[in-house]
C-alpha cells in the first residue's frame, strides 16, 4: 500500500519527528523521548496532529433519522453544537468502528471515524442512506485535525482568539464544538480528545494546516507545550481506559462486551441496522455467549503485559491482553484484557504470562487515571 501523508509531514520531518505507519498513514511515533511528550500532556500541554482521522459530512432534511438507523445510538437527539460517541454495526452486532458525531447544524452533521476504518465507514453510510433525503460526502481528503491537549491548552488556545470567539470558545463544554477564527484560520474548535485531559481539536484546511501548527507551538512556547507523538497519545489513551480499536473494539465484538452498551439506543424508535442481534447481545446478559468483558489490570509487579500476552486463572489461560504498558503517570505496569465475566470484578487475582513466566495482576476498576477537575 503507498503509504499517505498529512498536510503537515514536512513540519514533522523538520522537528525530527520519528514517523510510523498508522492505518496507511505516516504518522510521528515521536519527536525526542516519549515520556517527556506523555509527561508534557499532563502537565502542562501536548500538540498532535490528528489529520489521518476521517471527516465525514453528513447532510440533508433527513440527516437526523438516517444517523439513528445508520449507528447504533440516538443522534438526532443531538443539541445543536453538540457531540456524542457512538459507532457503527454490522447487522451481527460487531463493531466496524466507533467515532464521534458533531451536530452543527440543524440538518448538518460531522462523522469523525477512525484512520484506518474511514473507508469502511464511507462505504457503509452510502449503503445505508438508501430511501433517506440525505447526502454523504467523504471530506477527509481535504480536512486537517490538530489537537491540543493539557491542562494549559485552553490558556494557550486562547491567545489564538479575539473577541467574541474567545468568549465562545472559553464557554465550550466538553464534547461541545463551535465554528471560530484561530490565528487567522477559519476552525470548528471541539472540546474533545482522547488523552484523559481537557483539550481542544481543531478541524480545519489542509492550506491552514502548517500555519495553525505553528501558532500554537508559539502561543504555547512559555507554557510547556510540545508536540507529541502517537506513542503518548496511545500511554495517555490507555491510562485514561479509553479503548483503540484494532485492540479493544474489533469486528468479532460488540458494543456489550466492550463494556460500552451504554452507547446502543435500543429504546429509540424504528430499527437501526444490528438491532435484533444487540438486543440478543444485550438480553443474554453480558455481551456474546463467549461470555467475554473487558477489564483493567493494574501489575502488582514491575513488568508489563503487552497486547496479545495470555491472562491466566488458576494457571490457565481465560483471556488475552488488548493494551498494555508501563504507566508514566502511576508508576506502575497497567493493561486492558478481555476475561471471562465471571472474573471481571475488580480485586479478582490474575497473572498474565510474561513469555513464560506468571505475572501477578488484579482487576481494578476503569478509568486508571482521571484527571483532577
Not at 126 to 146: I, K, M, N, P, Y
Not at 197 to 202: A, K, P, R, T
Not at 302 to 315: E, I
Amino acid at each position: 500500500m503507498t503509504p499517505r501523508f498529512t498536510a503537515l509531514h514536512a513540519v514533522h520531518e523538520s522537528a525530527g519527528a520519528h514517523f510510523t505507519d498508522f492505518g496507511g498513514w505516516q504518522m510521528p511515533l515521536r519527536y525526542g523521548s516519549e515520556l517527556a511528550e506523555h509527561r508534557a500532556v499532563r502537565e502542562a500541554a501536548g500538540l498532535f496532529d490528528l489529520s489521518h482521522m476521517g471527516e465525514v459530512r453528513v447532510s440533508g432534511p433527513g440527516a437526523g433519522a438516517f444517523l439513528d438507523f445508520a449507528l447504533v445510538g440516538k443522534l438526532s437527539a443531538i443539541a445543536l453544537g453538540k457531540a456524542k460517541y457512538s459507532m457503527i454495526c454490522a447487522e451481527d452486532g460487531g463493531i466496524l468502528d466507533d467515532l464521534i458525531v458533531y451536530r452543527l447544524a440543524e440538518d448538518d452533521y460531522l462523522v469523525v471515524p477512525n484512520a484506518g476504518n474511514t473507508p469502511t465507514v464511507v462505504d457503509a453510510l452510502r449503503e445505508r442512506a438508501v430511501g433517506f433525503e440525505v447526502t454523504v460526502r467523504d471530506a477527509s481528503a481535504e480536512t486537517s485535525l490538530l489537537a491540543i491537549q493539557g491542562p494549559r491548552a485552553a490558556a494557550i488556545l486562547e491567545q489564538l482568539l479575539v473577541g467574541v470567539d474567545r468568549a465562545r470558545v472559553a464557554s465550550l463544554k466538553y464534547y461541545s464544538a463551535t465554528a471560530a477564527v484561530v490565528a487567522g484560520r477559519q476552525a470548528l474548535v471541539a472540546r474533545t480528545g482522547y488523552t484523559g485531559e481537557d483539550g481542544f481539536e481543531l478541524f480545519v484546511a489542509n492550506l491552514d494546516a502548517a500555519p495553525l501548527w505553528s501558532a500554537l507551538e508559539t502561543a504555547g512556547q512559555e507554557s510547556g507545550l510540545i508536540p507529541c507523538g502517537l506513542a503518548a497519545r496511545d500511554s495517555l489513551r490507555l491510562e485514561a481506559g479509553m479503548p483503540l480499536y484494532g485492540h479493544e473494539l474489533s469486528r468479532d465484538l460488540t458494543p456489550y462486551e466492550a463494556g460500552l452498551g451504554g452507547v446502543v439506543a435500543l429504546a429509540k424508535p424504528g430499527d437501526f441496522v444490528g438491532r435484533e442481534a444487540l438486543q440478543r447481545a444485550r438480553d443474554a446478559g453480558m455481551g456474546t455467549t463467549s461470555g467475554r468483558r473487558l477489564v483493567g489490570l493494574r501489575g502488582l509487579g514491575r513488568r508489563s503485559a503487552r497486547a496479545g500476552y495470555p491472562v491466566l486463572h488458576d494457571g490457565e489461560p481465560v483471556g488475552e491482553v488488548t493494551s498494555g504498558q508501563p504507566s508514566p503517570t502511576l508508576g506502575h505496569p497497567i493493561a486492558l484484557a478481555y476475561v471471562p465475566v465471571g472474573l471481571a470484578e475488580p480485586g479478582t487475582r490474575l497473572d498474565v504470562d510474561l513469555r513464560g513466566r506468571p505475572e501477578p495482576f488484579e482487576v481494578v476498576a476503569l478509568p486508571f487515571y482521571q484527571r483532577q477537575k
